[in-house]
Structures are given as C-alpha cells and as structure tokens.
C-alpha cells in the first residue's frame, strides 16, 4: 500500500505541476498558489468527516504548520521556475534534489530497506536524474531559466518531506489540514501586503482549481504513505513526478525529450519495480 500511495502521489504532484505551472504563466505563480491552495483546502474540509482520526498534539501541529509554510514556498519557487522556462528540466531538477534531502536523512537515522528497496531507490534517484537531462543547447540563457527556482525548490520539498512526515506519526489527516491552512495564510498575507487584484480569465480558473484538488490529494497520499511505510522509499517514489509533467509537457506543450530523458522514464519503470519487489 505505501508503494501504491507513493506513486499515486507522483502522478497528482506532476498533473498539479503542470496545470499550476501553465496557469503561472498567466496570473503569476503567487496567485496561483493561493486560489489553488484555498480551493483544495474547502474541498478537503467538505470532505474531512470522512477522515476524522485521532486529535492532533501540539507537538505534531507544530511540524504540520512548518510543513505548509517550507512546502508552500516550495510550490510557489516551482511555479516560477515552470513558467521561466522548460518543464521537462526544471520539474525533474527540482525532484532530484527533493528527493535526496530526505533519502539521506532516512538512512542516517535508522531506516532499513532491504538490499532490492535500496537498488530501486538508487535506480529511481538516477532515473529522476535522466529525466532532469537539459535539453542540447537551448540558445542563450535559456538553459539556465528556471534552474534556480528549481534548486530553492527541491531543497524546500525535502525538508517539506521530512517535516511533514514527523507531523504525520500522530492525529490521522489533521496534519494536512494545519499545513494547509499555513500556506494558505502565508501567501493570503503576502497578497495582502502586495495589494494587487488578480482577474482570472475563463480559460484559468479550471487550471487554477484543478491544481489545488491534485495537489492536496497528492499531499493526503503521501502522508498516508509515510504513515504506513519506509520514507526513503517513499518519498522517492513521489518525486518521480516529473515523469508525468515531461509528458504533459511533451503532448501538450510539444517539448522536445531527449534520449535520456526517455531512459530516465524507462529507468523510473525498473526503480519502482525493484522497490514493489522487495
């Protein structure tokens, strides 16, 4: 169940990415991290009697609060950096680095995978690393757009990873919840304190919306999955959601992938198989 989750919540990251990273391209990715949060959060409390668990110690709302506002950031520098330049590089770059805070901080604290899990991890480290390939030559400065809001980005999902993962031990869902309400309150503010009003055509509201219900469902599946399994595996497992946004990218934006970029989508394949394995 852990692996099912973990990927479940690569496949909504990279959909919510790609709709979130688009739509910035638009409003800006300030605006988009706010309407597309709040949204996710009202469908989620319409919801959260379905999911109602154990109450939620201070202790644990303290991490929770922290990880929405580090996640948050995260987010919102990913948006940037997706709408400066090429998703196929600045999605997968910003999961190799995301992917790596929490995998050596799991191992050096006493986590035990088995010998297959651990290959699987490397091979699915490696296969973000493919994907993340910059395409030969883009002219100019344009290999370097986006590059570093996608390494501020990466660095602030592993610690979103590792923090929300200690809220997660205790009080069910409620811990998605306080985060959520943190980042929702950390980019109200920052609106507030800009003073601009944002008009959303027709054509971003959707985008806008749908963002915010994958990416929550993306957090939900994630927190359950590290409730329920190793860290190191799961938090590798959700950042291959690269490989969903490059495709995306690829059929509805007609970005170009390269050779490697396909080997790291096939190496991917191979890492989740050997994790599912052993």
Not at 236 to 261: C, D, H, I, K, N
């Amino acid at each position: 169940m852990p692996i099912v989750l973990g990927l479940a919540a690569a496949l909504s990251y990279g959909a919510a990415d790609f709709l979130g990273g688009t739509a910035a391209k638009r409003v800006g990715p300030a605006a988009v991290v706010l309407f597309s949060q709040a949204i996710g959060l009202t469908v989620f409390l319409l919801f959260l009697p379905l999911f109602i668990d154990d109450g939620l110690t201070s202790g644990s709302a303290a991490w929770a609060g922290l990880s929405g506002l580090v996640g948050a950031v995260g987010v919102g520098l990913l948006y940037r950096g997706l709408a400066a330049g090429r998703m196929s590089v600045v999605a997968p770059v910003s999961a190799v680095v995301g992917a790596t805070v929490p995998v050596v901080v799991a191992l050096t604290t006493g986590e035990s995978p088995t010998s297959m899990q651990l290959v699987g991890v490397l091979v699915a480290l490696v296969a973000v690393a493919l994907v993340s390939a910059t395409p030969e030559r883009d002219p100019g400065a344009g290999r370097r757009r986006g590059l570093p809001e996608a390494f501020g980005a990466g660095l602030a999902f592993g610690i979103f990873f590792l923090t929300f993962n200690e809220a997660g031990d205790q009080g069910g869902v409620w811990p998605l919840v306080v985060a959520r309400l943190a980042s929702v309150a950390l980019f109200g503010a920052i609106a507030l304190l800009g003073r601009r009003r944002v008009r959303f055509e027709r054509g971003v509201r959707l985008p806008i919306a749908a963002t915010g219900v994958l990416d929550l469902a993306a957090n939900l599946c994630f927190l359950l999955g590290s409730q329920r399994g190793l860290l190191s595996i799961v938090a590798v497992l959700t950042s291959l959601y690269p490989g969903t946004t490059v495709l995306l990218a690829r059929v509805v934006l007609r970005e170009r992938m390269t050779p490697l970029q396909s080997g790291g989508l096939v190496a991917a394949l191979v890492g989740i198989a050997l994790i599912t394995a052993g």
